[in-house]
């Protein structure tokens, strides 16, 4: 079973701060999805990382995925109110159809005024 | 275009009783996959179907079933409910089978159905 480990569980933080939050599994993923759901609501995808080492960057949000595809990471500068929220990861074991997602522990931010 | 649609957004049962939860993903979406979060044991994938046929299951016990009507509508049925069925019920489609898939399996997410049993 491939699990994925996010660190740390809880984050509160000041408006203005950075943070970086990661995603750990000791399995090999293809690709590796970041999503984040605000309460009441479903997760909404923010990033697909697909090759080992690749940086995306998101407004604020930096997004890296692990030379060996076992890890990623989130990095939010100058965190905001907006950016409250739980946050998960998402591994994917193969690509083509019929992929079932691994979702990480979770992260759940927030960030006060 | 509308996204995931899950009714009803709250439910509250009895031990012992069964509940039917449904689910419209986005239109021209054939995948429809059902997860079940909860605080101790965060996102859980229950299982998915696609073209009315159900392709990949998680772990968990048979009083959980679903299936896929025509117009790739879904519904999960859960019988015989525990207390430790109370969670937020997540249905999710995703792009395969249209022209746009990236064959990631990113999903959309409706915003679920929040069950409590008591």
């Known amino acids: 079973t491939q699990l994925l480990e996010q660190s740390p569980q809880f984050l509160s933080i000041q408006e203005g701060e950075n943070l970086t939050v990661y995603c750990n599994s000791s399995s090999v993923f293809s690709s590796l999805q970041w999503y984040r759901q605000e309460p009441g609501e479903g997760p909404v995808l923010l990033v697909t990382v697909v090759t080992g080492g690749e940086v995306k960057k998101l407004k604020r949000l930096t997004f890296q995925f692990g030379d060996a595809r076992k890890d990623s990471s989130l990095h939010i500068t100058a965190a905001q109110p907006g950016d409250t929220g739980l946050y998960l990861c998402a591994g994917a074991p193969n690509t083509g159809t019929a992929s079932k997602l691994t979702f990480g522990t979770g992260t759940r931010l927030q960030v006060t005024l | 275009k509308a996204g995931v649609t899950q009714t009803p957004r709250y439910l509250i049962k009895t031990r012992g009783q069964q509940v039917t939860l449904s689910c419209s993903p986005i239109s021209g979406h054939r995948s429809v996959s059902w997860y079940q979060q909860t605080p101790g044991q965060g996102l859980q994938f229950l299982f998915e179907y696609f073209s009315e046929t159900q392709r990949n299951k998680g772990n968990f016990p048979g009083r959980f079933s679903g299936r896929q009507f025509s117009n790739s509508r879904s519904e999960m049925n859960v019988s015989t409910l525990e207390l430790g069925d109370s969670a937020l019920y997540l249905c999710?489609?995703?792009?395969?089978?249209?022209?746009?898939?990236?064959?990631?399996?990113?999903?959309?997410f409706g915003p679920g159905t929040r069950l409590t049993v008591l």
């Open positions: 999710a489609s995703s792009l395969e089978g249209t022209t746009s898939y990236s064959l990631h399996n990113e999903q959309f």
